[in-house]
């Protein structure tokens, strides 16, 4: 079976490593930049890699399997422009955080016999490129597929074996809606309450050295790939700002037992975390 992915950064670069170690070995690569696709070969990741746009036709119409490591906005793009270069029963999946504002105008132009499996390995680093790829980030993470009219059950329980066989211990299928509203939560509010955190430390303090593991766990997120969170966050707009409103609805009950001096509520609100991290 030849795999083909496209975009061998940090996670795309994860996914060649884990499908090495998984013994796939028919694996190639396309990616936009040169190094990176020596730096694939050397490694022995990928057999092959392709600069993008130039020999397309040959690494995809040889394709069992299409994993798409790059950006929400250009999935669109890469299907319209490549999409006669695909043979029949190829099935081609993708790893971006988003799904709503694509899912359905992927669907309506792909080519007869092409089956695309949403997909989003909830797994990542902070860092980003090829240089910080690693086989282990997907070892006993979740795994969603967001399952459309047009999927083929053989082609999802196909998708669904090499995901296991890359190391993930659970995997969900949901509609795109709902994986748009619960990442929102999961993922994306997260992530701006890593950025407020960072940003709202004063500038020229020795933070540094204050800091302790709760600290650390909460910010690591903080940094950040701008252009593909930017292009996440807009992209899941409406969701986010509603979590973002209930999070500062807590934040404001902690504040106001504090003003007011009030234990009995803030130990109740304690209280109510622990119980609801515990069932987690």
Not at 6 to 23: F, P, R, T
């Amino acid at each position: 079976m030849n795999i083909l992915i496209v975009g061998l950064g940090v996670i795309g670069g994860s996914y060649a490593m884990a499908l090495k170690e998984a013994g796939y070995n028919e694996v190639y690569g396309i990616d936009s930049n040169l190094d990176t696709l020596r730096k694939a070969e050397d490694l022995n990741i990928i057999k092959k890699g392709f600069l993008a746009g130039e020999c397309n036709k040959e690494a995809i119409s040889k394709a069992d399997l299409i994993i798409l490591s790059i950006y929400p906005r250009l999935i669109k793009a890469f299907i319209e422009e490549n999409k006669s270069y695909f043979k029949e029963g190829t099935i081609v999946t993708d790893a971006t955080g988003i799904k709503g504002p694509f899912v359905k105008d992927i669907c309506s132009s792909l080519p007869d016999g092409i089956d695309f499996i949403f997909g989003h390995p909830m797994a990542g680093r902070e860092k980003r490129g090829i240089d910080y790829a690693s086989k282990e980030v997907f070892k006993g993470a979740n795994y969603l597929i967001t399952v459309t009219e047009i999927n083929k059950e053989e082609n999802i329980i196909f998708l669904e074996d090499i995901i296991y066989k890359l190391g993930f211990k659970n995997i969900k299928k949901i509609t795109p809606e709902y994986h748009d509203m619960m990442i929102s939560f999961t993922s994306q509010l997260p992530h701006a309450i890593a950025v407020a955190l960072i940003n709202s430390d004063e500038e020229g303090r020795d933070t540094g050295r204050f800091i302790g593991d709760s600290y650390r766990d909460l910010t690591r997120i903080a940094n950040i790939n701008e252009d593909l969170w930017s292009e996440l966050f807009f992209g899941n707009k409406d969701n986010l700002l509603e979590v973002i409103e209930h999070f500062l609805n807590e934040m404001s009950k902690i504040k106001s037992a504090l003003i007011e001096e009030n234990e009995d509520e803030l130990k109740s609100l304690f209280i109510k975390s622990s119980k609801r991290r515990e069932k987690l």
